[in-house]
């Protein structure tokens, strides 16, 4: 039963978000296609704060996101973020002195991903797993622009208190990194967690219990009739 309520939950908010994308993504695609040059990447570096180690591919992960061009985004190593290996949160001080269209965000992210006995440098990922794993915080920042201050305030709240919020965070994330292109990342990042032989367990459950499984996304990809994943 709950899983069949999460499943009309996961189908409506991502036939909702798709929807709203649509018109968006279908012009910008032909005009953000193909840039796998890095000079070509840092037009989409406009505001934005990055590690020379991670600098390409977050620069092709923001790529896919043309709401979040002008957005003013720090993406900032940390030694450990508890129980997490990225966050995107917005900055607080903008949440009390800027305007929705001004507010800066941050994405918190490890250093190096934590294993069992043995720790690898945040950039040594497989390419789609981190392009996958930034691409679903650029989800939770375009979840973030059209919410007032006071609901992020809320947001932040209600996501520490309740593991179905977290849940439904998520699965706004996702949708949005879905809808943009980046499913087959998601997925991939996905399976690279749960199928790491050497991922902490505890790691592994909290993403088997809160989060949309790799089949999941996959039938949000295969719901998407354009077939955008395959565009960049
Ligand atoms: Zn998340």
Redesign the pocket.
Same mark, same amino acid.
Do not use: I, L, P, W
């Given at each position: 039963m709950t899983y069949l309520l999460i499943n009309t939950f996961i189908s409506l908010q991502f036939l909702l978000i798709y929807n709203s994308l649509e018109l968006t993504n279908k012009k910008e695609s032909l005009t953000e296609s193909c840039t796998t040059v890095e000079s070509d990447l840092e037009r989409f570096s406009d505001n934005k704060t990055i590690p020379d180690e991670i600098r390409e591919v977050a620069l092709e992960a923001l790529s896919y996101f043309p709401d979040l061009r002008q957005t003013e985004i720090d993406f900032q190593f940390k030694k450990a973020i508890h129980g997490s290996v990225m966050q995107a949160q917005p900055k607080i001080s903008s949440l009390f002195f800027s305007s929705k269209k001004t507010r800066g965000y941050r994405i918190k992210i490890s250093r190096e991903l934590v294993l069992e006995d043995d720790s690898i440098p945040i950039e040594d990922l497989p390419k789609d797993v981190l392009l996958g794993w930034i691409g %679903?915080e650029l989800g %939770?920042i375009k979840d973030y622009l059209d919410r007032s201050a006071l609901n992020l305030l809320g947001f932040g709240v209600r996501y520490y208190l309740s593991n179905t919020f977290i849940t439904e965070a998520?699965i706004a994330?996702d949708s949005y990194a879905v809808a943009f292109g980046l499913g087959e990342k998601i997925i991939a990042t996905k399976n690279f967690v749960l199928n790491h032989e050497k991922i902490p367990l505890d790691y592994k459950k909290k993403i088997e219990k809160l989060y949309l499984s790799p089949g999941e996304i996959l039938s949000m990809v295969d719901n998407d009739p354009e077939g955008n994943q395959e565009e960049n």
């Open positions: %679903h %939770h998520e994330a």
